[in-house]
């Protein structure tokens, strides 16, 4: 687009998700044109480019049959310039569990970007253990895969009702800037603000959010065929002073638009409660040719048409953004009930809390980092527990149920002395100072800048066409001698007791052999910490050690470093072999280790306990 419009000549380039890979394709033949061969074109374009994985549901990631891949990228096709080979290669599933004919579009992202990240923390970690066989031998917390949450537009997605009463409690400026520039600090005027003001709006965004409700409803139903004679009880739907409850999605099934129907009956005497009634607002929308969504939608239609409980419970279609934007501040709480972990982040409880709505959640995605009790409630979840899904999806349908009546219901119609419901009000307060500052746009682009941005700009610029050339040259050549790389022997020179107190220092004495590589190209590392109850180190820290002779007469090397015993408890270490080299943004970059076989025996894993 930059270079489209003539804007500025991009540095780095961010490819989200797999649909906009091939860019990294076009960049490598233009620098082959440029005189670089593939692996130094390959070099400099990965330098400058960051890639993000959105989802860790296998059927969200492109993978396409070789064979199409190949066709439009052979000889007379896209790029003539460049092997198709080497352009597979990137896409191949190279790794144990991969599949053998398939190219893997998240897989080529992986391979075209030297920064990499998922869009919260919790699918930062899962990402890392979906793509680990791409970084084989590596522990999955190791994998260079970090993660930064996602975040939401608030001029976009903050009603005008709400930046109004900012403005006027606090200044228009001060409201502006909490919204763009963020900083908790700006957030936390919203303790100045009085309950009797956020009652009052928290129940004008119901009522309008009611009569929106009603017009959408009436213009579904004329368009299912319905006389306006028909639709007179429209005008009783929702009431403005019910617990409002939203769920609004496209509807992939693991977002389980029906989880609330699991048990009617249940769900029935929630919404008809006589004293703590609640209604929902569903809105939805299925890809075309989902027909499991479809199912899906159907369902929940049906029930929201018996005549018991259609005051109660609607459902919308075509949810889109104009919808949402109504829909978020007039819902007091916002539900999100996906099968964990297979929400990445999940961004419209973000919106909903930036207007002082309350999210009940699952804990996933983006809520599994920041949801605290005193702003939202945690559907306890069964992941791990429940033996199949249709066990999983009764008990976590129960825990709401029984959340939604013991919990969240009880909260929004108890009344203080001042006749508001104070502790309701607390939580919304807390949802706006808490989390309005983290959900912004800009932090997320914050973040993006400072820890991805701004090292993919000084890596891509470090790799003039001759770096690039030493880089790829230096990959190769490790790639190559990589499999003589051993750990000989490791020795501590105080042998390890149970009586190894803390604040003691090891000695630790490593003979390696590099084979044709040299210390110059390795970094030789103890590695400690703390061991659980499969004898495997946890919290793992690292220290390089250095060489201090050699080669011998055998081409050995000996490196020695200190190891502090400076934690309590299960304690082990052991060494391994790593490539080092000033271009690389992360020791597992390559994919290489070498660890102590088991023959080397004696010290290589020492614990104590
Ligand atoms: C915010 C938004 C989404 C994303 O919602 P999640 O289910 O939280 O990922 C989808 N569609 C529309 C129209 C949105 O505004």
């Given at each position: ?115 990499a ?88 965004l ?42 609004a ?19 029935m ?5 006589p004293?703590?009634?609640i ?164 932090r ?60 003691a ?7 390696v ?17 703390r ?67 088991e ?8 614990l104590?306990?």
């Amino acid at each position: 687009y930059c270079r489209l419009t003539g804007h500025a000549a991009p540095e780095v380039f961010h490819t989200n998700e797999g649909h906009a890979g091939f860019l990294g394709l076009e960049r490598i033949a233009e620098l082959c044109d440029e005189g670089l061969d593939f692996d130094a074109g390959l070099e400099a374009v990965r330098a400058g480019t960051v890639f993000t994985t959105h989802t860790p549901v296998p059927a969200g990631i492109d993978r396409f049959d070789r064979e199409l891949v190949a066709q439009h990228f052979g000889p007379d096709a896209e790029l003539p310039r460049i092997d198709v080979e080497r352009i597979l290669g990137l896409g191949m599933e190279t790794y144990s569990g991969g599949g053998p004919n398939v190219f893997n579009m998240a897989v080529m992202g992986l391979r075209l970007a030297q920064r990499a990240n998922g869009v919260s923390l919790l699918h930062g970690q899962v990402s890392r253990e979906m793509f680990s066989g791409l970084w084989p031998g590596f522990d999955a917390d190791e994998v260079p895969i970090t993660s930064v949450t996602n975040g939401v537009h608030a001029p976009t997605w903050v009603a005008p009702e709400v930046f109004r009463l900012g403005s006027r409690q606090v200044g228009a400026e001060r409201t502006e800037d909490a919204m763009t520039v963020g900083g908790s600090d700006r957030w936390d005027a919203v303790a100045e603000i009085p309950d009797g003001d956020i009652w009052e709006l928290r129940r004008n965004l119901r009522e309008q959010l009611v009569l929106e409700v009603r017009e959408r409803l009436a213009a579904s139903w004329r368009q299912r065929g319905a006389g306006t004679a028909e639709l007179g009880w429209i005008d009783g739907v929702l009431d403005p002073d019910v617990l409002t409850i939203g769920f609004a999605r496209r509807v992939p099934s693991y977002k389980r638009l029906t989880l609330m129907l699991r048990d009617q009956d249940r769900l029935m005497e929630l919404l008809l409660h006589p004293e703590r009634p609640i209604q929902i607002v569903v809105a939805g929308k299925a890809h075309p040719a989902d027909d499991g969504g479809k199912r899906l939608i159907q369902e929940l239609v049906k029930f929201a048409d018996d005549p018991r409980v259609r005051h109660r419970i609607v459902f919308l279609p075509d949810y889109g953004m104009a919808m949402a934007q109504k829909l978020y501040p007039g819902c007091d709480v916002w539900l999100n009930n996906p099968l964990r972990p297979l929400e990445a982040c999940g961004t419209s409880g973000m919106k909903a809390a930036l207007n002082g709505c309350l999210n009940l959640s699952v804990l996933d995605g983006w809520w599994d980092e920041w949801f605290r009790p005193d702003f939202g409630w945690a559907i306890p979840t069964a992941d791990g527990t429940a033996t199949d899904d249709d066990r999983r999806d009764d008990l976590e349908a129960a825990a709401l149920y029984e959340l939604l009546e013991q919990r969240v219901a009880p909260r929004f119609y108890e009344r203080g002395q001042g006749g508001l419901p104070d502790r309701w009000i607390e939580m919304v307060r807390q949802t706006l100072t808490h989390l309005g500052p983290k959900v912004l746009a800009g932090r997320m682009v914050r973040e993006y800048v400072d820890r991805l941005y701004a090292p993919a700009a000084r890596a891509h610029r470090a790799l003039n066409p001759d770096t690039a050339r030493e880089s790829a040259r230096w990959k190769a050549r490790v790639r190559g001698a990589w499999h003589r790389v051993k750990v000989d022997h490791v020795e501590a020179s105080a042998a390890p007791t149970s009586t190894a107190e803390l604040g003691a220092t090891l000695m630790l004495r490593v003979r390696v052999d590099l084979g044709e590589l040299a210390p110059d190209d390795v970094e030789v590392q103890a590695v400690s910490g703390r061991v659980d109850s499969e004898d495997r180190i946890t919290d793992a820290a690292s220290v390089p050690l250095k060489p201090t002779s050699g080669p011998d007469e055998e081409g050995r090397w000996v490196y020695e470093g200190p190891l502090a015993l400076d934690r309590t408890g299960p304690f082990g270490y052991t060494v391994r072999i790593l490539p080092s080299h000033r271009l690389l943004a992360s020791p597992a970059e390559l994919g290489l280790l070498a660890v102590p076989s088991e023959e080397t025996g004696e010290g290589a894993g020492v614990l104590m306990r």
